[in-house]
Every structure is written in structure tokens, then in C-alpha cells.
């Protein structure tokens, strides 16, 4: 605006200036030739009192004038009788001339014209004598010639001109600026310098108020809108923040536009949020970098599962019209997944597992319905065999139904109890089971309350201490602690047993896994007591190690919290 101020002004005033010089030497020149012309006549005038001696009239003109005056005398017949400049007797008849016709008719005339004897532009001034007629003429100047004159006093002036036009042209334009910009500096729309925002805006010029006034309104009411999208915003930053979902909003580029934290730490925990940052690197992950660049562009809605770093994600893609772009939402499921596939894994097993008992049942029942058995001998051989695989379905059925009732359990039911009682319970109740083989039970601990299932932790002592008596060799030990700490209890039970490998350190908690097959199936079991012992550990939110060694006992400890 102020480069257009002083424009305007410096074309306006060099306008002006122009114009003026034009006039100016315009009058200049009109009042020359007036001067001229009139220095001539009061000569002409003068020249009546001398004029019986012309030529001394002419050698005193031409000692006191800086310029020559033409002198002739003409007679009323227009012969030329004298001049001072050009031999007269060559020269043509005057008595057309406007001047002596002039002269003749009214006593005086002239003219102003250009002069072949002269060859410059002349002016002319006639008077009639009483024997004939005097005339005087002198050459001007042109107007051009008076304009080329003064062209170095105009440069001069125009150059005092354009400086003094700059100068104030600068100081009026700042003037005119500066309460515009006084009134725009007064509110800032996005506050970012954090100043405090005028309540009102004001001028101190009444023209611009009503403008300033029309601000204001506009302006509270883009700080009203501004504040709602912020707020909008904010709102919707903390809930994207806080899922526990991933999302990904992309650019019709597949550049990210928005990633929330939960994203992040599920593809790259390292990625930095950063504009125009290509989704490639955010993750590399094969199938989700195939759908996103492949699949997308056939579907616009895509669903799958994948595996992320060892994790399964539901992943649900979105190519939205409304923004020209995807919308990636990652859903966590490992733990369904996981589910799944313990559910198969479990069907199968028991499947496994009550087909066995089934068929020898159902084996030896044939046997008895068709009559081949008749010794008393093989009748009680065989009903034996009936009666164990029938208790050992029995014992599988049981677990089953313990196990799926512990899984299920979602309210959990804690009351105070003494951890040393369950202990003792279950080794009063295996005391007799462990003498058989003759093995030895020593029991360390003293009163120890925590708050807990106290039927579940009858069956985990129970599970274990049974597990060391079946997997212990002939006059092993078994050792039962119970030791205190400030925020819970650790329970131990420690064998001199056959042990276990590192590699089924990690498996023994599955549903149905056995270490050695053919050594579970001699003394019997399901496989499905440390499964339920460790769902016994994850209800009382405890913890469970595992120390073996191959021939030398196994010892395990769980953390049960107090509180």
C-alpha cells in the first residue's frame, strides 16, 4: 500500500510538473516577445527625434544594444531607401508588406514573421514620416529555442522535486499506513505470540472506526470458531490418544496425516511423528504394506488379520471419499486368537484323551456282552482294567470341568486364609500315597494369611505335591516352604524327582503336555493338572517359576500377594 502512495504521488506531482513547465515557458515566451516588441516600439519611437541621420542612428544603437535593430526607410511607394543591414538597392518592393501597409493606413503597424533576409523569425514595427515610412525590426528567439533555454533550470527543479516528493510522499504514505497497521496489530486471530487479546479494537481516527467495529465482530466470531475446532480438536486427540486401539489416517499419497500413540507402539516404538512422513516409515510389515498399496486400490473396505511382531491385529482399512484418503484402525486380538487356537488345541486333546479310555471300555464291554469271558479269572482281570479306565475318564472329566470353571470364574470371590492350613490339608490327605513309594514330606513354614480361594489353593497343593510323589524316584523327598515376605507369600515345593529338560520348562503349564508320554501313562494322570495350577496362580494375580535339572528334582515357586 505504501509503494502504491508513493507511486501515485510521485506520477501526480511529475505530472504536475510537467504540465507546468509547459505553461510555464509558454508564458515566458509570450511575455519575451512582449518585451521585445515593446523595446522595439519605444526605440522606433526615439529613433523620430534622429531621423535625418540614419546611419548615426545606427552606429549609436549599436554601441549601447546587446542585439542588432534592423533599420529601413521606405518610401510610400514601397522603394526601399535605406537599410542598415543589406544593400537596398538589390532589395524587392515593401509595399505589400503588412507592416508598411499598415503604417500607411493608420500611422503605425507591424508583424512578426519569418524574415528571408534575415533567415530568422523577425518582428517588424513601422511608423509613417512626413516623406516616408521608418521601420525597425529585430530577430526572437523561437519557443523551442526559449524551452531549450530553461530545460537545465527544470532538471534542476525537477530533481529538488523528486526528492522532496520522496520525502513526503514516504512520510504521508507511513501516516496513512500506520493506524491501518496500528489496527490490524491490535488483535492476532490465532494469539501466537501469547499477548494478552484486546477486548476491543480502536483507532484514533474516526474514518477507519467503523471499519475497526466491523473487525471486531468478525473477529470475535472467528476466535469463538477457532475455539471450537480446538476444543473439537483436543477431544479428539485425547480419545485417539488414549485407545488402545491403533489408528492411521493417510493422504491420497498414503503420507500419514494423523497417527495416534497406540499405532506407534505397535508398528515402530521408535517412529517420530513428523509432516509429510510416508507410511512405509511407520512399518515395513509385508501384508499390511500390501493391502495398503494393492488391495486398497480394488476394495475400499478391507478387514484382516496379521501378525504384527508376534501379536495377531484385526486390521480394519477404510478408504474414505470425504478425505480423499485411508483410515487404518488396529484392533488387538492375539488374545482371541490365542483362545482359538487353545480351544482347537484343547478339543483335539480331549478328544485324544477319551477316545483311549472309550475304546478299551468299549473294548472289554464286547468281550462281556458276547459271553467270551467266563473265567473268573480274566472276568476280574479285565473288570479291573474297566474299573481304572473308568476312573481315569472319571479323573478327566473332573479336570476338564475344574479347569473350564476356574477359566470362567470372572468374579473372583477372596476372603482371608491361612496358607498354612491348605499345605497341611494336602499333605495329610497324599501322606498315605507318598509312604508307598517311600518317599518323604517335610513341611517348613508357620501362619501365613493372604486373601484368597481357599478351595482353589486346597487343589493347588494338592496338584503339586501329587506331581512330585508321581514324577519322584523310590525314597526320594519332597519339601514343602512356605516363606513370608512384606507383600506376599512364596509358596515352594521342592523333589528329588526325575526333573525336567529347559526345553519343557516353558510347556509343562499347557493343557495335556507330558514330558515323557510313556512315563505318564505308567503312572497314570491327565495332563491337566499344572494347567489348572497355573489358572489358580493367574486368580490370585501370583507368579510361578520353574528350577529343574534333569535327574535331580524339579522346585517350584509361586508369589501369591497378600492383599
Do not use: W
Not at 521585445?36 to 542612428?57: P, R, V
Not at 513601422?126 to 528567439?141: E, F, H, P, Q, W
Not at 478299551?360 to 459271553?371: D, H, Q, S, V, Y
Not at 496338584?463 to 525314597?475: F, H, Q, R, V
Amino acid at each position: 500500500m505504501q509503494k502504491k502512495i508513493y507511486r501515485g504521488t510521485i506520477f501526480i506531482v511529475m505530472t504536475s510538473m510537467i504540465i507546468f513547465s509547459i505553461i510555464f515557458e509558454y508564458m515566458g515566451y509570450l511575455q519575451y516577445r512582449n518585451e521585445c516588441q515593446n523595446e522595439l516600439k519605444s526605440l522606433a519611437h526615439t529613433i523620430l527625434i534622429y531621423q535625418d541621420d540614419l546611419d548615426t542612428i545606427d552606429t549609436d544603437l549599436k554601441s549601447v544594444l546587446d542585439y542588432d535593430v534592423r533599420i529601413t526607410f521606405i518610401d510610400f511607394d514601397g522603394t526601399v531607401l535605406y537599410d542598415n543591414t543589406t544593400d537596398y538597392s538589390t532589395m524587392e518592393n515593401h509595399y505589400d508588406r503588412k507592416e508598411f501597409y499598415e503604417a500607411i493606413q493608420y500611422g503605425v503597424g507591424e508583424d512578426a514573421r519569418y524574415s528571408q533576409s534575415l533567415g530568422d523569425n523577425t518582428y517588424y514595427y513601422a511608423i509613417k514620416l512626413d516623406n516616408g515610412v521608418i521601420r525597425l525590426s529585430r530577430t526572437m528567439d523561437s519557443i523551442l529555442t526559449v524551452f531549450m533555454k530553461g530545460i537545465p533550470l527544470i532538471i534542476l527543479l525537477f530533481g529538488i522535486m523528486v526528492i522532496t516528493v520522496t520525502i513526503f510522499s514516504m512520510s504521508l504514505s507511513e501516516k496513512i499506513v500506520k493506524p491501518i497497521d496500528t489496527l490490524i496489530s491490535q488483535f492476532d486471530i490465532f494469539n501466537q505470540h501469547d499477548e494478552q487479546v484486546p477486548k476491543n479494537i480502536v483507532t484514533e481516527y474516526s474514518e477507519l472506526q467503523p471499519i475497526a467495529e466491523t473487525i471486531q465482530k468478525l473477529l470475535d466470531r472467528t476466535r469463538k470458531y477457532i475455539q471450537n475446532i480446538k476444543e473439537q480438536k483436543d477431544r479428539i486427540r485425547l480419545i485417539t490418544d488414549n485407545m488402545v486401539e491403533g489408528m492411521i489416517i493417510l493422504d491420497e499419497n498414503n503420507d500419514i496425516l494423523s497417527v495416534n500413540k497406540s499405532a506407534i507402539s505397535i508398528l515402530n516404538p521408535d517412529f517420530k511423528i513428523k509432516e509429510n512422513r510416508m507410511f512405509l516409515e511407520l512399518t515395513r510389515n509385508k501384508t499390511l504394506v500390501s493391502i495398503i498399496y494393492d488391495d486398497i486400490d480394488r476394495e475400499k473396505n478391507v478387514t484382516e488379520i496379521i501378525d504384527i511382531n508376534d501379536n495377531y491385529y484385526r486390521v480394519y482399512i477404510n478408504k474414505a471419499e470425504n478425505i480423499n484418503g485411508t483410515i487404518i484402525l488396529l484392533v488387538d486380538v492375539t488374545e482371541t486368537v490365542k483362545a482359538e487356537a487353545v480351544r482347537r488345541d484343547f478339543s483335539a486333546n480331549v478328544s485324544h484323551e477319551l477316545k483311549t479310555p472309550l475304546t478299551t471300555i468299549k473294548g472289554f464291554g464286547e468281550l462281556f456282552e458276547n459271553g467270551l469271558l467266563v473265567n473268573i479269572e480274566d472276568i476280574k482281570k479285565y473288570g479291573g482294567m474297566i474299573e481304572r479306565e473308568s476312573e481315569r475318564l472319571l479323573f478327566l472329566i473332573n479336570d476338564i470341568i475344574r479347569l473350564s470353571e476356574i477359566e470362567e470364574k470372572s468374579e473372583k470371590i477372596l476372603s482371608p486364609i491361612n496358607l498354612y492350613d491348605c499345605a497341611e490339608y494336602a499333605i495329610n490327605l497324599l501322606k498315605q500315597k507318598a509312604s508307598t513309594k517311600d518317599i518323604s514330606i517335610t513341611f517348613n513354614g508357620t501362619d501365613t494369611i493372604v486373601n484368597g480361594h481357599e478351595g482353589y489353593m486346597n487343589e493347588l497343593f494338592i496338584n503339586l505335591i501329587d506331581n512330585a510323589i508321581k514324577y519322584n524316584n523310590g525314597g526320594g523327598s519332597i519339601t514343602v516352604s512356605l516363606l513370608e515376605h512384606e507383600q506376599f507369600v512364596t509358596i515352594c515345593i521342592e523333589d528329588t524327582g526325575i526333573g525336567i529338560s529347559p526345553q519343557d520348562c516353558e510347556r509343562i503349564f499347557e493343557r495335556f503336555y507330558r514330558v515323557d508320554k510313556s512315563h505318564s501313562k505308567k503312572i497314570g494322570g491327565t495332563g491337566l493338572g499344572l494347567s489348572i495350577v497355573k489358572h489358580i496362580v493367574n486368580y490370585h494375580n501370583g507368579q510361578i517359576h520353574v528350577e529343574s535339572e534333569l535327574g535331580k528334582g524339579t522346585k517350584l515357586s509361586i508369589d501369591i500377594p497378600k492383599e
